[in-house]
């Protein structure tokens, strides 16, 4: 692409122009030359935004010192930098108020999953959402517009009653704010909700197939951004895959799909990061989860990015749990919970399932006990029991079974003891008890409740 080619794409940025699209014409935009810039200025845009996905902040500033003579492209821009603070933020909305110049093409939600920790973070305001309805709605209308302002609200708010457990709460907006954005066409929006119901819908235990929900939700955006959140949704996907315990598609999206963050690091796929650092968990690739944690860290300290923070301590912190480092894991499970407590992130700790339970029960110990923390395990506990197969490193047999240890599984299924299996096979208990260390080996199970278990998630059973 040319300059001019470059200067009227971004003219569609707000409905046909995605980040993937900045990011794929990446080296035209740094092709553009100096003069050709300020007669097609919009080249900044593109710039600036290759910039920030590269995690590179300051020179990101840069581009916004360099424009001359166009203070709404300015404002527009700093908006979506990653270090902008709350309150710079709030002081140049009111600018635009006080010029009545409502900007439209703000991507808080960058193709991501979650609007309040979209481009910017700003999931730290979430209990103010209950307390300034008006204020936040009227600061939606210079974002969106005024027509979709009321339903982003209630979405922020549906986001905030889910992390805090309201659940019932939270599915009653998010459903009100999918009907609009459907009906307005706001794809981003719209994608941003049917994920947080699928998470609400998860937590609830309804009648719902993830998978089958992630394909629903390509329906929607088959034909409008499918560019921009397909990538996403297929990290979604994998997300809901760790829950049913489906290791082909876990394996296959890590090695066909998943973001190499040696080859190409784009913050754009911190989403699909978070994910593949769950991967690495389940594949106890502890080493390279913890060098992806370390790279993002600095860059999301930067941006004042809490509730991903607290997510990466939390997955560092299971990660360290699993390895036999408790000290480290506590540490890490310190600063996410710090984090947790004074933002209300309650259920991104407990969606973390089993592993993360385990963990939080010894730190209990060791600690002490707190209202909110046992507010937290509780709501962990039920995760864990909901979904045991959630983060679990996929079994591997240690060799071929026999008939008759098939059949003594089925037998030991059936609640039969030693002396009746004996007396079933006309063998000795001491042969039984033979057969029985064999099958445990080869399972990896430690008792006969795993042993059953573990042969049925192989299908042995």
């Not at 703000?106 to 309805?133: C, E, K, M, W, Y």
Request: proline share 2%.
């Amino acid at each position: 692409m040319n300059a001019k080619e470059l200067h009227e794409t971004m003219f569609k940025f707000s409905h046909s122009f995605f980040l993937v699209d900045a990011r794929n014409h990446k080296s035209d935009f740094f092709a553009v030359s100096p003069e050709e810039m300020k007669k097609y200025w919009l080249c900044y845009s593109g710039q600036f935004l290759n910039y920030v996905m590269d995690g590179k902040l300051k020179e990101a500033w840069d581009i916004i010192d360099s424009i001359q003579g166009n203070e709404i492209m300015k404002i527009g821009l700093s908006l979506v930098h990653p270090e902008i603070t709350w309150q710079q933020f709030v002081k140049k909305i009111e600018y635009l108020k006080s010029i009545n110049q409502p900007l439209a093409c703000v991507v808080l939600t960058a193709g991501r999953p979650s609007l309040l920790n979209g481009f910017n973070d700003f999931s730290r305001i979430g209990p103010a959402l209950v307390n300034h309805q008006n204020i936040f709605i009227d600061y939606g209308k210079y974002l969106y517009g005024e027509e979709c302002s009321l339903f982003i609200y209630k979405l922020c708010l549906a986001e905030f009653y889910y992390q805090r457990g309201k659940l019932l709460e939270a599915e009653v907006l998010v459903s009100q704010t999918i009907k609009e954005f459907d009906k307005k066409s706001e794809m981003r929006l719209l994608f941003a909700a049917l994920y947080l119901q699928s998470k609400i819908l998860l937590a609830h235990k309804e009648n719902v197939n993830a998978a089958t929900y992630i394909k629903e939700i390509r329906k929607y955006i088959r034909e409008v951004g499918y560019a921009e959140f397909s990538y996403n949704l297929d990290a979604a996907e994998v997300l809901y895959a760790f829950y049913d315990g489906d290791y082909a598609l876990i394996n296959n999206w890590l090695k066909k799909s998943a973001p190499d963050e040696y080859l190409d690091f784009n913050m754009l796929d911190l989403y699909r990061y978070m994910i593949k650092i769950r991967c690495y968990i389940v594949t106890k690739k502890y080493a390279a989860l913890v060098a992806l944690c370390e790279k993002l860290r600095p860059l999301l300290e930067a941006g004042r990015r809490h509730m991903d923070l607290c997510e990466l301590d939390l997955l560092l912190a299971m990660s360290l749990y699993s390895s036999g480092n408790k000290e480290l894991a506590f540490e890490a499970l310190s600063r996410a919970l710090k984090i947790a407590k004074k933002h209300s992130y309650y259920r991104l700790v407990a969606d973390e399932g089993e592993i993360m339970l385990h963990l939080l029960l010894e730190y209990a110990e060791i600690k002490g006990r707190s209202p909110i923390l046992m507010r937290i395990i509780e709501l962990t506990r039920e995760m864990a029991i909901r979904y045991p197969l959630y983060l679990k490193v996929q079994i591997v047999v240690n060799g071929k079974f026999t008939k008759m240890e098939v059949d003594i599984l089925k037998l030991i299924e059936q609640g039969k003891c030693k002396d009746e299996i004996a007396e079933y096979f006309l063998i000795t208990v001491n042969t039984v008890k033979y057969h029985m260390k064999k099958i445990y080996s080869k399972l990896h199970a430690k008792n006969s409740c795993q042993a059953i278990w573990n042969a049925k998630l192989l299908g042995i059973l």
